[in-house]
């Protein structure tokens, strides 16, 4: 009842609002003033680069506007290889595709770590996971999950692709069987994050979720609703400004948000699952129960990051607790689940528009007369291998991410700059605190380093890549789509893998075309991830993503 009377009093609602409204208020004044200081003491302020579209977000409402990859295209063709463009609040963001300046800040990433407010915004759902850790810790964490993430790891992982590939198969199939027509519009997008969630399930924890088969309805929700707010909560185009106060001035954080409470229970529940998986694993590899549905007993990626954590190679104080191995939990499913998901639809999407292409690759997968390939003779299908590294680069996931001085530095350029005064620099200088985009959509994009076709679908440029592609600093295949240096997707060796089983299947059974207009395909970024979207089917703001795919059987006679 004191509780309630509480509530209900004028004065101290009063006072509160008061409060509330003050620190508000000087919350924008802190910031304008910040804004004030950065923008005549920072050396970035000579860069070319466009003007600010807004006080609040700067050019960031920009960068998740329709069509994002035009808009990175065109300002590495207007202001040039190096420029400064405007974040939250005036703040000035340093651009590059220098390769050089990228190859430094890549391979110096503990002195360029994350933003502390994308730490801030990620940490408050998975928790402290590899994906959000610096220094030290990150260190620590890393190396313990490496020997979870090696070639020989990944090779035991090949039955759960091949049976989830067969099962997205046979739904196809089975939808089309059903149709009136010899094809079906399908939602490919929508298909491969159920089947790369049950794949992470199975993989990654010994569990099967069923998401594909619509069973155990009850997990497969919680799961959704806890990575739909990562996925869709922490993105820019969701924050209204006092969200971004709270995110940019921690003093704020005291206060409730609009966006706390889902927030909370996203965490609330990947750290439940997370805790009952590490304590199902433990059981199981102390001999005292049972883990899953024992798909391949002990060989799951929490199982192997929990042996590696308890080898004797791993001194004591090296050695991850409970809450950090339980933190990697939310972090696999993020990792492994909208990426290759997102990564497969585009696939498709550049397969369905090149039919020549398409029939190419069909024609080689059919050279091994077995659905069920070994590792190695997936791996020596050099066309595929082509059509994957093609579509990682020109339809990465993630586009740009950003990256913090931690100190003052100089960045040297292969490539000089002109500044707003005529003159040219062959470094770049940043301060303690300067932000750095990496542009990885721009620089896999970049004609200086790919040629004149570099914004073309083009397999065949891998059997014959241009000298300038060297250069790039990328752990994988000539391109940033997997970041480079400490900091580098742990998870690549896993996604690469997963999407040549997948595409293996479904590009022998069925032929693809796209069921709407090229046109109406929007490429937007929708909270962390490049996606497809369909222009005519938007409703009054309510983002979908999807890909509509005519999909038909390849008949017996074009096998």
Known sequence: MAALEFEKSPVIATSSSSSTSLLLCLGVLLIFLRFVYNRWNSPSRHLPGPPSSSFWYGNIKDLNADD?????????AKYGPTFAYQGFFGQSRLYTVDVKALQHILHHSYDYQKMEATRYVMNAVIGDGVLVTEGDKHKLQRKVMNPAFGPAQIREFMDIFLEKSFQVRDIWADQIDKSD???SEIDVLSWFAKATMD??????FNQQLNTLSGQDQKNRTEFHDSLDTIFHMAGASKMNVWRILQVYIPALRVFPSALDP???????????????LLEETKRFQAGTGEKGHS?????????????SNMSEDVPESQRMNDEDVIAQVPTFLVAGHETTSTALAWTLYALSQNPQI????????????TPNPTLDELNNLSYLDAVVRETLRLYCPVTSPNRVAMKDDRIPLSRPYTDRKGRTCTELVVKKGQTITVPIVSVNRDKYLWGEDAKEFNPERWYDLPEAVSAIPGVWGNM????????????????????KVLLFTLVRNFEYKLAVPKEDIIIKRTGLFQKPLVRSRLREGRMRSELPLLIRKVKEGEM
Request: aromatic letters at 8%; hydrophobic letters at 40%; one cysteine or more.
């Open 295 to 307: 798909i391949q007993p002990n060989k799951d990626l929490l199982s192997l990051l929990v042996q």
């Open 199 to 204: 794949i992470i399930g199975a993989a990654g």
């Open 358 to 369: 398409q029939s190419r690759l069909r024609d080689e997968l059919f050279s091994l007369q």
């Open 480 to 499: 940033l789509t997997f970041f480079g240096g400490p900091r580098s997707c742990i998870g690549w060796r896993f996604a690469l893998v997963e999407m």
């Open 68 to 76: 994002t990859n035009s808009l990175h295209d065109d300002w590495v």
């Open 262 to 276: 889902r927030l909370r229970d996203a965490k609330s529940t990947m750290m439940r699952m997370g805790q009952q």
């Open 181 to 183: 027509r010899t094809d």
